[in-house]
């Protein structure tokens, strides 16, 4: 029997404008009613997820949880209580930021524990985090000092671009000598986390302290920084709108995409 649900959000659980289907949620609240937990897993921050936690009668439980930054953290639904926590150097944080912020037409996140930070952010990507409900602070100068007292978590650099996403993927990986965990989100992100920080890993980690098998575990993703949470679970699972690399590695692809993707999942996994 499956004891816990890690999903992804972005195009996984959430529409493109960062809404869930009444089917998504009926399902979910479902498969809770019999005891099944049901764990956010996304790149972006713990913050920016309490809307959806209420929606779907998860928020101010100290025995649900959300897995945010690709990982870098694990918290409590209770007042965000931080369970587990990955932070990325300072030093390795300044030089990814060094590289990301030469290149021309892309902005650069840079995530600490309870605040993102923007460096000439563009306007698609403003719109982005607006319909996704996330709060950001703008960087009026890149002095990175700054964060030199803060937990940081992953720096990303936006850039729709595939070409130039790859320009900055390789010259931050060679850099810092591949010590880094690389990924890609969204279609826009260049994503890089401390070497060793997954999605997957802290499913396993966040598993482990409840009691619960990693056979007993369902992961559900679209994108390449799922790849690392479809890898490590017990029962991986892709969304029909997944990428190909992710429907490669799951046991289950779903006939459905975002729309009712995970409702598909819970039903043949857990309630029928």
């Known amino acids: 029997m499956y004891k816990l649900i890690v999903s992804d959000l972005d195009e996984t659980l959430l529409r493109e404008d960062g809404t869930i289907s009444a089917a998504n949620v009926a ?6 009613d019999r005891g099944v937990k049901f764990v ?4 972006r921050s713990f913050t920016s997820v309490q809307d959806l936690l209420h929606t779907l009668g998860l928020a101010g439980r100290d025995d649900q949880y959300v897995i945010a930054y690709n990982g870098g953290a694990t918290v409590s639904n209770d007042h965000n209580r931080v369970v587990a926590v990955n932070p990325m ?3 390795v944080a300044r030089r990814i930021f060094a590289i990301t912020k030469t290149f021309p037409e892309t902005d650069t996140h840079v995530y600490t524990l309870n605040e993102v930070f923007l460096y000439k952010p563009r306007a698609d990507d ?3 985090m607006q319909t ?4 950001y602070t703008v960087m009026p100068d890149d002095d990175f000092s700054r964060f030199q007292n803060l ?7 936006m850039n729709p671009d595939p070409a130039v996403q790859k320009a900055i993927a390789d010259q931050v990986m060679s850099a810092l000598d591949q010590r880094l965990n690389l990924t890609f989100s969204s279609g826009i992100y260049t994503e890089f986390n401390p070497l060793g920080v997954d ?3 802290a499913a ?3 598993g482990a302290a409840l009691g619960i098998k990693r056979d007993e575990i369902i992961g559900i993703g679209d994108n390449l920084n799922d790849l690392a949470l479809l890898q490590q679970v017990g029962m991986p699972v892709a969304v029909a709108n997944g990428r190909p690399e992710i429907k490669a590695a799951a046991k289950l692809v779903t006939q459905a995409d975002y729309e009712s993707g995970v409702a598909e999942m819970i039903h043949k996994l857990i309630l029928d």
């Open 126 to 128: 403003i719109q982005y």
């Open 204 to 206: 396993l980690q966040l």
């Open 151 to 157: 937990q940081i978590m992953k720096v990303i650099a």
């Open 40 to 43: 956010p897993n996304t790149g």
């Open 89 to 91: 150097a300072y030093d």
């Open 27 to 32: 399902a979910i609240k479902a498969a809770r």
């Open 199 to 201: 999605k997957g890993v």
């Open 132 to 135: 996704r409900g996330a709060a």
